[in-house]
């Protein structure tokens, strides 16, 4: 696997950031309210959110790619010959 640092990488990460910081801010709970959520629980929903956008970004940006070389015998094909006679009956 090959990590290539390049502006699409950095734009992805940092809107991946940027979607954690806002839903870190967001779950902030209301002074007042009943349930008050844990800075932990917070923090858990943020990252997340940071993670799913960073792999959903990062998929949308490269997709899926295959390699294949053009001198790899396919699957199933033998590129040796194979004896008619078994090695061991040969010299007989």
């Not at 902030?28 to 940071?50: D, F, H, M, T």
């Not at 970004?57 to 490269?62: N, S």
């Amino acid at each position: 696997m090959n990590v290539v640092a390049d502006l699409a990488t950095v734009l992805v990460v940092a809107v991946g950031i940027a979607i954690g910081f806002m839903v870190y801010r967001w779950t902030e709970p209301a002074p007042n309210a009943a349930i008050q959520s844990a800075k932990g629980e917070r923090l858990a929903w943020a990252v997340g959110a940071a993670a799913a956008v960073i792999v959903v970004g990062g998929f949308l940006m490269e997709g899926i790619t295959v390699e294949v070389s053009p001198d790899s015998p396919a699957a199933g094909v033998s590129s040796t010959p194979t004896p008619s006679v078994p090695p061991a009956e040969s010299g007989k």
